[in-house]
């Protein structure tokens, strides 16, 4: 089982960071974190990154659902969405299948709640 899925699409990084970002707030998902993995890089060790920044998506309802399941699910959460470039004037959206990361928790009824969210994220990527 793959531990993310993705896309890519030609327009350029900024773009792709606000039709992800749009696409997420329109199925509910809103974004409590952000992450410029390039400008991180540069800053703290001095390297040069292609532009890469992680979105840190959340839905507050699902998240309330797997709270109320797992109180320790928190560790796992946002589902984080990744932009980067890929060259050409192309850029690839990925993001975490919450199914393959709860599978570290022996839990069928949380199990039933990521699938819900993979779905909700598989169809943001896809819809890109």
Same mark, same amino acid.
Not at 4 to 20: D, G, L, P, W
Not at 33 to 38: C, G, N, R, S
Not at 68 to 82: A, F, Q, R, S
């Given at each position: 089982?793959?531990?993310?899925?993705?896309?890519?699409?030609?327009?350029?990084?900024?773009?792709?960071?606000?039709?992800?970002?749009?696409?997420? $707030?329109?199925?509910?998902?809103?974004?409590?974190?952000?992450?410029?993995? $390039?400008?991180?890089? $540069?800053?703290?060790?001095?390297?040069?990154?292609?532009?890469?920044?992680?979105?840190?998506?959340?839905?507050?309802?699902?998240?309330?659902?797997?709270?109320?399941?797992?109180?320790?699910?928190?560790?796992?959460?946002?589902?984080?969405?990744?932009?980067?470039?890929?060259?050409?004037?192309?850029?690839?959206?990925?993001?975490?299948?919450?199914?393959?990361?709860?599978?570290?928790?022996?839990?069928?009824?949380?199990?039933?709640?990521?699938?819900?969210?993979?779905?909700?994220?598989?169809?943001?990527?896809?819809?890109?």
């Amino acid at each position: 089982m793959s531990y993310y899925f993705s896309k890519t699409i030609s327009c350029s990084f900024e773009e792709a960071v606000q039709r992800a970002t749009e696409a997420l $707030k329109n199925a509910g998902f809103g974004i409590i974190t952000e992450t410029d993995v $390039k400008e991180t890089l $540069k800053k703290k060790i001095d390297v040069d990154f292609r532009p890469y920044r992680i979105l840190g998506a959340c839905n507050p309802h699902m998240a309330f659902e797997a709270l109320k399941i797992e109180d320790k699910v928190g560790t796992m959460l946002p589902c984080n969405v990744i932009v980067q470039d890929a060259g050409d004037g192309r850029t690839e959206v990925a993001a975490i299948d919450p199914v393959a990361s709860m599978q570290a928790i022996d839990n069928p009824r949380l199990l039933e709640t990521a699938k819900q969210v993979r779905s909700m994220l598989e169809t943001v990527v896809k819809e890109l």
